[in-house]
């Protein structure tokens, strides 16, 4: 695995910038609730524990540090237990699962496009971890499993035009029924099947969200928003983007996607998977256009990289299900995220390191 290669970098606090908005889901489901977070450390993980604690839930949070850092949890460290080891070892998962109500299975070997297409079996061993983390969870007794799924999921061949990706465009009981993303979609895909099979074997209230393109603080280098702004960090001029600059992603404030995975668990319980992204397609030059106009710098020149793999052609959700099931819809738009997301990376790297360690910041999760 990769991660280990990286030096930490400076001072990731997790406070940050979103104080001001309200996470708690404004019900009391939470309180006293024994929750386990998988992948608790992570860049999404870190703020969906930071929502649960303030909503009264009592938190354990199982990671192997892989990708994740403590430091993402320097908020909410006294609050919150911690087991650290591999999860696909069914020891480790026997003791994060033991005595928890609720577990949100994030842990996951995963990267932006560049580390998912260079990394396959690496991505295929997140088979096994959700597997050995379902079994030990339904056997230790939980009550409810929310499974971070992927809009990776989704068949590839209908993402080269733009048409907003909906739950069904993926099924299991059609034959061809599914086209999944690389190895990564794959397994998420297979996790989510494999939920849906211990919801009926076991009746466990099962949940699985699709997670379109996330950003947010904490996020790393290897994800293509942070990408951009690492390089305008650094001023890279000529300014290189992956692809020719006209992909399109989702792009999804972190915690509007923390607040779909609590909305899910709160209100799927037969593993209906519900997508969580914004419906709009922004394109990377916009992308880079918002996060230039946040720092106050503009590149003379671009060079676009269309060698690099940039996935697939568009991708945006379609919401209808999120907005039904879950009475979901996202708060923060393009420009708020991204003013949130530029200052707590400016507050937080130092602009020598991301110059002198952009390459392998950008490669390596
Ligand atoms: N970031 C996105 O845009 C996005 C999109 C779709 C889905 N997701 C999913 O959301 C979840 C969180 O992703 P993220 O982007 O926040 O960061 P991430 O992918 O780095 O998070 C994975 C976490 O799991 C931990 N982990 C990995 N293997 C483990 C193992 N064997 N045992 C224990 N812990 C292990 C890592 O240390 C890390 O903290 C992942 O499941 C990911 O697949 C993320």
Request: charged content about 35%.
């Given at each position: 695995m990769s991660g280990g290669e990286r030096s930490e970098p400076v001072g990731?606090?997790?406070?940050?910038?979103?104080?001001?908005?309200?996470?708690?889901?404004?019900?009391?489901?939470?309180?006293?609730e024994r929750v386990l977070v998988t992948g608790g450390a992570s860049f999404i993980g870190s703020h969906l524990v930071e929502d649960l604690v303030a909503a009264g839930a009592d938190v354990r949070v199982a990671d192997d540090l892989s990708s994740g850092s403590m430091a993402f949890l320097s908020a909410v460290e006294d609050r919150v237990e911690f087991v650290e080891g591999n999860l696909k070892r069914r020891s480790v998962a026997d003791e994060a699962t033991r005595g928890m109500d609720t577990v949100f299975h994030l842990a996951a070997d995963h990267g932006g496009r560049g580390y998912i297409a260079n990394y396959p079996a690496n991505c295929t061993t997140n088979m096994a971890l959700s597997n050995t983390v379902f079994e030990s969870a339904v056997q230790n007794g939980a009550e409810r499993i929310c499974f971070a799924s992927s809009?990776?999921?989704?068949?590839?061949?209908?993402?080269?035009?733009?048409r907003r990706l909906r739950e069904?465009?993926?099924?299991?009981?059609?034959?061809?029924g599914a086209y999944a993303d690389e190895t990564y979609g794959w397994a998420k895909l297979m996790g989510e099947l494999s939920l849906q099979a211990f919801h009926e074997q076991y009746g466990v209230d099962a949940s699985a969200v699709r997670i379109f393109t996330a950003y947010g603080p904490?996020?790393?280098?290897?994800h293509a928003i942070i990408a951009l702004l690492a390089k305008a960090y650094a001023g890279q001029d000529p300014f290189r983007i992956w692809g020719d600059g006209g992909q399109t992603r989702n792009f999804t404030y972190v915690k509007d996607i923390t607040r779909a995975l609590r909305l899910a668990a709160e209100n799927?319980?037969?593993?209906?998977p519900v997508n969580a992204g914004i419906s709009e397609y922004v394109s990377i030059d916009e992308a880079a256009e918002a996060i230039f106009e946040q720092l106050d710098w503009y590149p003379e020149e671009r060079d676009y990289l269309t060698d690099k793999p940039v996935g697939v052609r568009h991708r945006a959700a379609d919401t209808t299900r999120a907005e039904e099931l879950l009475g979901w819809e996202p708060e923060y738009d393009l420009a708020d995220g991204i003013e949130r997301t530029v200052e707590w990376y400016t507050n937080n790297r130092d602009r020598d390191y991301v110059r002198e360690n952009l390459e392998t910041l950008l490669h390596e999760r």
């Open positions: 990731e606090n997790g406070a940050g910038p979103d104080a001001d908005r309200g996470s708690a889901s404004g019900s009391d489901e939470w309180t006293g809009a990776c999921v989704y068949p590839t061949d209908v993402q080269q035009e733009r069904d465009m993926v099924s299991f009981e059609e034959r061809g904490r996020e790393n280098e290897t799927v319980t037969d593993a209906t």
